[in-house]
Antibody, heavy 116, light 110 residues
């Protein structure tokens, strides 16, 4: 059974940093492109970032202004998102998902709240 | 990168068919046959319903179909059922290994 379990979401002050994790199981993680997608409360989905199977390629939504970094550890079947200089508008449920350009499985997400 | 444009809401009665549109540009929907559709029930993770414009993943009902014309993709749901009531999101490859999502459409089954 495919499982993606996110963790690391907390309440953080504006300007702070946070690292999210996504633990993967039930599929060949080291063959899979992985993504982070976020959803602000009551809003739609926003693609954040993707990383290729070997970590050699990373890509981001333009709006992030270089504040986020995606990475992975294939030895641990884990995906990460380092988020710096957090803003109130980064408040959202952050989900990891697998797939190339269609996301065929999603985790339940971890909630990040940026507030003073 | 602007979000793809979807109607905020659509509705239909059980048994009817509805279509949800997803309008992009020649830089995304119009150029790439990499449009996907996701269904999201409240409090749940999105579920892939259509990929590569017209393809259905295993297990997705044949009542769901996708199409594209120019810069606009569409999702059609035939034989509406109560359990189809959900949010629906389109996405498209937008070049340079980036994705765009639509703003989402709330489907109400009357």
């Amino acid at each position: 059974e495919v499982q993606l379990v996110e963790s690391g979401g907390v309440v953080v002050q504006p300007g702070g940093s946070l690292r999210l994790s996504c633990a993967a199981s039930g599929f060949t993680f080291n063959d899979s492109t992985m993504h982070w997608v976020r959803q602000a409360p009551g809003k739609g989905l926003q693609w954040v970032s993707l990383i290729t199977w070997n970590g050699a390629g990373t890509h981001y939504a333009d709006s992030l202004s270089g504040r986020f970094t995606i990475s992975r550890d294939n030895t641990k079947n884990s995906l990460y998102l380092q988020m710096n200089s957090l803003r109130t508008e980064d408040t959202a449920l952050y989900s990891c998902a697998k797939g190339d350009y269609s996301l065929d499985f999603w985790g339940q997400g971890t909630l990040v709240t940026v507030s003073s | 990168q602007s979000a793809l444009t979807q109607p905020a809401s659509v509705s239909g009665s059980p048994g009817q068919s509805i279509t949800i549109s997803c309008t992009g540009t020649s830089s995304d929907v119009g150029t790439y046959n990499l449009v996907s559709w996701y269904q999201q029930h409240p409090g749940k993770a999105p579920k892939l319903m259509i990929y590569d414009v017209t393809k259905r993943p295993s297990g997705v009902s044949h009542r769901f179909s996708g199409s594209k014309s120019g810069n606009t993709a569409s999702l059609t749901i035939s034989g509406l059922q109560a359990e189809d009531e959900a949010g629906y999101y389109c996405s498209s490859y937008a070049g340079s290994s980036t994705l765009l999502f639509g703003g989402g459409t709330k489907l109400t089954v009357l």
